[in-house]
């Protein structure tokens, strides 16, 4: 390798800066309104106000035309108290380091309330991926995984399709990082990333596992408050992989979707927007909603105030806020995005009474279904589509009502049960333990 193509790679150690902003100083006060309540260890309360490495790849890949154009990506480890570090990576222009450090520790909650043996990690890369060819994204991609060399492993931190990443992301990752094994090592090293393809070693239903999961916790949350599906009318924030799946299975039980917005346009529907009838509109005008036969378009800042029932945010962090959130007319939020509900907005939205369904809770039937296609690899099985499903669905139930009777015993909101539940397992493992040396 010579000097030109060599990769610049930075690990430090250290804690989340005193003047983070956004979605690390959200993540933070979570953390710290439910340590508060159940009174955490306060040296463990240490241990987890930070992260445990914070990973900075600056590295080349050649473009179509010859060029070389040089990229940042992050991998950001929070904690690995309970197993390998587990998260997705996401190609956005929004990847930063602060980006990564809240989003790896939401992921450290997410693994921990669903009782998996895993710890919490994101990352990704700081581009518009609409900008590249597929040739082109290939060589990122492959590069990228490349320069994080033993930062990610099949044991030791595991990551998984995100914003603008999908399976094919993780077969080129799976790919690269099994090249750089023995030939006798490569079979062993599969489960390095979940996500895949089914013909790569991906499992069967795991596509549609994140939505699915925002649909039943909205279905058991509406059986529980007698709230029938039926006619009720959802939003959607942001149509991609999470949005379109919790709006097809609502769709399926009666619910009418009457808005979307998406980075293009914000487009609104009394009489109800089709699902599939939106898939495939999006399909044939370059991944926009805009412009949807009979639906009309609204200023995207009237979209969470729109008449409706309830609304299924699933693009990215920070969108509810102290700006918008007094306008929301919904009774439930059920949170698809991680960190869609900032403090200051749902301080609003619960002075109003809205029930939020958190994400910790509501969009981990990815990672529970990550966690089944790891077991899937690790143990050379091959598991059917009804077979993950039902499991989802057991996996998911009881941990929702888990949830939902640690709020009413504490008297406290869903998200700050989730959070007492998920530490509290952190906090065990730790005083069984103890901490070396």
């Not at 979570?30 to 340590?35: D, H, K, P, R, S």
């Not at 039937?365 to 790891?374: D, L, N, P």
């Not at 598991?383 to 989802?392: H, I, N, P, T, Y």
Request: net charge negative.
């Amino acid at each position: 390798m010579t000097s030109l193509e060599k990769d610049t790679t930075v690990v430090v150690n250290r804690p989340a800066k005193s003047n983070a902003t956004g979605m690390v100083e959200n993540v933070l006060e979570q953390f710290n309104t439910a340590a508060d309540i159940i009174n955490l260890n306060p040296n463990i309360r240490r241990i987890l106000s930070v992260t445990n490495n914070e990973i900075i790849i600056h590295f080349p890949a050649k473009m179509d035309n010859g060029d070389v154009q040089i990229f940042t990506g992050y991998r950001v480890q929070h904690n690995n108290a309970l197993g390998p570090y587990k998260g997705g990576l996401r190609y956005h222009d929004t990847v930063d380091i602060d980006a990564a450090k809240a989003l790896a520790m939401w992921m450290t909650w997410k693994t921990s309330l669903a009782g998996l043996p895993y710890g919490g990690a994101k990352g990704g890369i700081q581009i518009n991926p609409k900008n590249y060819s597929q040739a082109e994204l290939e060589r990122i991609t492959r590069r990228f995984t490349y320069a994080l060399g033993e930062n990610i492993g099949p044991e030791h931190d595991i990551p998984a399709p995100d914003v603008n990443t999908g399976a094919q992301t993780m077969a080129w990752i799976a790919d690269t990082y099994m090249s750089t094994k023995s030939p006798s090592e490569r079979s062993t090293h599969q489960h390095v990333v979940t996500g895949k393809p089914v013909g790569s070693g991906g499992l069967e239903g795991r596509d549609r596992a994140t939505g699915y999961g925002v649909y039943l916790c909205i279905k058991l949350w509406a059986e529980k408050n007698n709230f029938p599906l039926k006619g009720k009318k959802y939003i959607v924030q942001g149509f991609g992989n999470v949005g379109y799946w919790a709006a097809y299975f609502m769709e399926q039980d009666g619910a009418l979707m009457v808005g979307v917005q998406d980075a293009f346009a914000s487009i609104y529907k009394e009489e109800g927007i089709g699902v599939k009838d939106l898939f495939n509109h999006i399909n044939a005008n370059e991944g926009s909603v805009q412009n949807f036969p009979g639906a009309s378009e609204i200023n995207k800042n009237e979209f969470f105030a729109l008449d409706c029932d309830l609304i299924i945010p699933a693009a990215l962090g920070n969108q509810i806020t102290e700006e918008n959130a007094g306008d929301v007319k919904a009774k439930l939020i059920a949170e698809g995005a991680n960190g869609p509900t900032n403090v200051e907005g749902e301080k609003i939205l619960l002075k109003k009474g809205v029930t939020i369904i958190p994400d910790i809770l509501c969009n981990s039937g990815g990672v529970i279904t990550s966690y089944f296609e790891w077991l899937q690899n690790r143990n050379g099985e091959l598991w059917q589509l009804d077979e993950v499903m039902e499991k989802l669905e057991k996996k998911l139930g009881a941990n929702f009502n888990d949830v939902d009777d640690a709020a009413k015993e504490r008297n406290v909101d869903m998200r700050t049960a989730a959070y007492i539940l998920a530490i509290e397992r952190i906090e065990k493992a730790y005083v069984q333990r103890g901490i070396f040396p």
